[in-house]
């Protein structure tokens, strides 16, 4: 049966919180504190908090220098993830990502479909792994980062959670991986 193992030792990992947008800042960015609010409550660290402009080399760069960053283990952008012109955050996830966790993305817009019903396809939330941290794309309302973390983030990152969750397999990421 799935759901949080008590018996089990609660693992708070380092999260980096990037918004992806044109316009936000730390002081209107909602999407991003509700993120931050989620994580930290649930016992988690913040690591890192930035905004970033909706421009594929800058979110690029900025995502290399957090999966280089020995304090950061996981990265959770907001924003970027539409279908415009200005909505690149998926395509900077395919530059930098080792490998895609296509399941993220497919159960967000299941998730999302209960909710805003067919509007759910005009999200491309994404994820996966890069030198050992996991990445994760969310929209880039405050419902879509809610969504992520109440219905799926803060289960697979609680090494609690049973049957299997993201956090027991972070030592294993690197396997076969060449020093």
């Given at each position: 049966m799935a759901g949080i193992d008590e018996g089990r030792k609660f693992v708070p990992v380092r999260i980096a919180v990037v918004t992806v947008s044109d316009t936000r800042t730390l002081e209107t960015d909602t999407s991003g504190q509700v993120l931050i609010d989620r994580l930290t409550q649930g016992g988690h660290e913040l690591a890192h908090r930035a905004i970033v402009k909706d421009d594929i080399d800058k979110i690029v760069a900025l995502l290399k220098e957090l999966i280089a960053d020995h304090k950061v283990d996981i990265i959770l952008t907001t924003g970027g993830t539409g279908v415009?012109?200005?909505?690149?955050?998926?395509?900077?996830?395919?530059?930098?990502c080792e490998k895609k966790i296509e399941g993220f993305g497919e159960l967000f817009r299941m998730l999302s479909y209960q909710k805003?019903?067919?509007?759910?396809?005009?999200s491309r939330a994404t994820a996966g792994v890069a030198n050992g941290k996991y990445l994760f794309a969310i929209p880039g309302s405050p419902g879509a980062c809610k969504d992520a973390w109440d219905d799926i983030l803060k289960f697979q990152l609680d090494a609690r959670h049973r049957p299997c969750n993201f956090i027991e397999l972070i030592p294993r990421l690197k396997e076969g991986k060449r020093a």
């Amino acid at each position: 049966m799935a759901g949080i193992d008590e018996g089990r030792k609660f693992v708070p990992v380092r999260i980096a919180v990037v918004t992806v947008s044109d316009t936000r800042t730390l002081e209107t960015d909602t999407s991003g504190q509700v993120l931050i609010d989620r994580l930290t409550q649930g016992g988690h660290e913040l690591a890192h908090r930035a905004i970033v402009k909706d421009d594929i080399d800058k979110i690029v760069a900025l995502l290399k220098e957090l999966i280089a960053d020995h304090k950061v283990d996981i990265i959770l952008t907001t924003g970027g993830t539409g279908v415009t012109g200005r909505d690149t955050t998926p395509e900077a996830y395919d530059q930098v990502c080792e490998k895609k966790i296509e399941g993220f993305g497919e159960l967000f817009r299941m998730l999302s479909y209960q909710k805003v019903g067919t509007s759910a396809l005009q999200s491309r939330a994404t994820a996966g792994v890069a030198n050992g941290k996991y990445l994760f794309a969310i929209p880039g309302s405050p419902g879509a980062c809610k969504d992520a973390w109440d219905d799926i983030l803060k289960f697979q990152l609680d090494a609690r959670h049973r049957p299997c969750n993201f956090i027991e397999l972070i030592p294993r990421l690197k396997e076969g991986k060449r020093a």
